[in-house]
């Protein structure tokens, strides 16, 4: 076994899931019981990947051809290898339409995050990006570990504080002081930087929280096992026939048009902010579909205990 980084034990418990605060699909608040595990104390870095890729030689999603199956209608020329790069725009525009400020970088890689002529030989201790889950999953299999589920992510982003906002309490700034990476300014134009990172920073820049966790919510979005829905599924409210559970699970999280699951990203990145997006929350979620690298996706593993 691979020995990658420090891990926190986590005791089981039940806990209040989810939010009635913010977004539809925090919903509903229900209890949530989990056993113990444990969990990295910090998202996967650029170092840590980086040893799983000379060890075995994998080639991530991004660095692969893209499948044109998946993409009906592309042109087969333009399916080629990269990834979403996050560019910041002009000045203010409708932030309904999030395309303004991603573009499709060919060459953009965990490598080379934001395409070609990038590099991460200056950040070996920031998290890694633009791995897609079966990348997170390939590595958390090589260090003899396990990505997390959602309700386990959300127990330990909460630090055992029943029904906080955030990870450390309800109040943002306790004593006026910033707590985690998310944007400062004005999105998705203006970044002024959080204590002087704009983007990732490097893992454990800010405090940990109650559990002794860093970065559980801010700086990168991180992958979980869980096929997304637009809301909570409480455990025991809907029978499924369990043979078919998880087809049935993985069909439904596609978005209308796709045939490519989408999992439950948790605890928010560097680019939230007040204005567009407040997800640097325990109880926050986004669905992400399983091949989707970006600029602001990592992952931690866990492990049964």
Same mark, same amino acid.
């Given at each position: 076994?691979?020995? %990658? ?24 608040? +229900? ?5 113990? $595990?444990?969990? #990295?104390? +910090? *998202?996967?870095? /650029?170092? =840590? ?11 991530? &999603? ?26 910041? %725009? ?5 932030? +309904? ?22 590099? &991460? ?28 589920? @959602?309700? @386990? $992510? ?17 109040? @943002? $700034? *306790?004593?006026?002081?910033?707590? &985690?990476?998310?944007? =400062?300014? #004005?999105?998705?134009y203006r970044n002024t930087g959080a204590a002087g990172w704009v983007g990732t920073s490097p893992v454990m820049t800010?405090?940990? /929280? ?6 559980? %919510?801010? /700086? ?11 809301? +909570? ?13 998880? /087809? ?39 669905? =992400?579909? #399983?091949d989707t690298a970006t600029t602001h996706i990592g992952f931690r593993c866990a492990r049964d205990v």
């Amino acid at each position: 076994m691979v020995d %990658t980084t420090r891990m926190i034990h986590i005791p089981g418990g039940t806990f209040r899931m989810g939010s009635d605060e913010f977004s539809a699909d925090e919903t509903p608040v +229900h209890e949530r019981t989990v056993g113990s $595990f444990e969990i #990295d104390v +910090h *998202p996967v870095t /650029n170092e =840590q990947f980086a040893a799983f890729v000379e060890s075995t030689g994998h080639v991530t &999603v991004a660095e692969r051809p893209l499948d044109p199956t998946d993409f009906p209608g592309a042109d087969p020329a333009e399916l080629v290898p990269g990834a979403l790069v996050f560019t910041p %725009t002009a000045g203010p525009v409708d932030l +309904h339409d999030w395309r303004q400020w991603w573009r499709w970088v060919p060459g953009a890689s965990w490598r080379h995050p934001f395409g070609p002529g990038s590099s &991460v030989d200056d950040r070996p201790t920031h998290p890694v990006v633009q791995v897609s889950f079966a990348d997170a999953a390939a590595y958390a299999a090589w260090a003899g570990r396990r990505l997390p589920t @959602e309700a @386990e $992510f959300e127990y330990a982003a909460r630090g055992g504080l029943e029904g906080a906002r955030f990870a450390w309490g309800d109040e @943002e $700034f *306790p004593g006026g002081r910033l707590m &985690v990476n998310r944007w =400062q300014g #004005d999105f998705p134009y203006r970044n002024t930087g959080a204590a002087g990172w704009v983007g990732t920073s490097p893992v454990m820049t800010f405090p940990a /929280n109650g559990y002794g966790l860093h970065d559980v %919510t801010g /700086n990168v979005w991180e992958w979980t096992t869980d096929y997304y829905a637009p809301r +909570h599924e409480v455990p025991g409210e809907v029978a499924v026939d369990a043979g078919g559970r998880e /087809n049935l699970l993985a069909a439904a999280s596609a978005e209308p048009g796709s045939r490519i699951p989408r999992r439950v990203l948790k605890g928010g990145s560097h680019l939230c902010s007040p204005q567009y997006c407040l997800r640097y929350r325990p109880a926050a979620r986004s669905p =992400q579909a #399983d091949d989707t690298a970006t600029t602001h996706i990592g992952f931690r593993c866990a492990r049964d205990v």
